[in-house]
């Protein structure tokens, strides 16, 4: 019979703030597979935990997916943990657990911290609906055509960022999405815990006069607003429109292009109108 690997949240910062099952998951396990033992260490030492840990990055993922769920058809029970948070989001772990999956092996999450949710829970932005995007591109173009490719996503916006690039990235986002509210989320759990909220303007401005802006960023976006819904009669949009000074077919396609609807319906209707036979 199979083990089961676990997928098990550690903390992002303070060291206290892990469950007491992940604790006593990685105490049962017959190892710990981790982003970078050295840090990993330091959360295992402080809880007394013994179990061996086994070093799956993103350099030996493809090797070590192989090698982790051979163990794991062998009976043997494993962890798996990133350096801070959820693994997978945004780090190593994908092609393990994918493996796993597909070998019918049991996979169990462990939840825990996470910088996005996190991040999101305190920034006063928008929780109804919300996209995780990841790291954003380090190269500005590419960064311009990622945040192109969102800048009508309905939702608030969450990306990680590193701290020499977080205000190149507000100037982008000022630049491609529009002045919007931003919240800058640093070293959350951590004793420098801040947030910096602000439009994307005021918060750029105010992060670029510091000598050096350090830790680990989460960056939040307010949604991008939606247009006013107009419900108006159809005859009286068009009418509107022909008065600012458009032709009568002109405003029929208008109308029709905002409400989503096809040219000859509107057309149709507003032909059937008594005023129009006369």
């Not at 999101?120 to 990622?146: E, I, N, Y």
């Not at 100037?171 to 910096?196: C, N, P, S």
Request: negative net charge.
């Amino acid at each position: 019979m199979s083990g089961i690997l676990y997928v098990v949240a550690t903390p992002i910062g303070n060291l206290e703030d892990i469950t007491f099952r992940a604790v006593r998951i990685l105490r049962e396990v017959n190892w710990v597979a981790c982003e970078d033992t050295r840090q990993t260490r330091k959360l295992l030492d402080h809880y007394s935990i013994a179990t061996p840990q086994i070093s799956y990055h993103e350099h030996n993922e493809i090797e070590r997916a192989k090698e982790l769920c051979s163990r794991l058809l062998a009976g043997e029970s494993g962890a798996l943990v990133s350096d801070a948070g959820v693994p997978l989001i945004s780090d190593p772990g994908y092609r393990l657990v994918h493996a796993a999956v597909g070998a019918g092996v049991t996979v169990q999450p462990v939840p825990g911290a996470s910088a996005a949710i996190a991040a999101l829970s305190a920034s006063g932005l928008p929780t109804d609906s919300f996209h995780f995007a990841g790291f954003l591109p380090p190269k500005p173009g590419q960064r311009v055509h990622a945040l192109e490719a969102l800048k009508h996503e309905h939702s608030t916006l969450i990306f990680y960022e590193a701290p020499h690039r977080i205000v190149e990235a507000l100037a982008d986002i000022e630049t491609v999405l529009g002045d919007r509210d931003v919240v800058v989320a640093r070293e959350i759990t951590k004793m420098h815990e801040e947030f910096v909220h602000g439009t994307a303007s005021e918060v750029r401005t105010r992060l670029e006069v510091r000598d050096s802006v350090k830790g680990e960023i989460t960056l939040l976006v307010a949604k991008a607003t939606r247009p006013a819904i107009d419900d108006r009669p159809i005859e009286e949009a068009v009418e509107a429109q022909i008065r600012s000074g458009m032709s009568r077919m002109d405003a029929m396609k208008a109308v029709a292009k905002a409400r989503g609807l096809s040219k000859r319906d509107v057309y149709r209707e507003f032909e059937h109108l008594p005023q129009h036979h006369k």
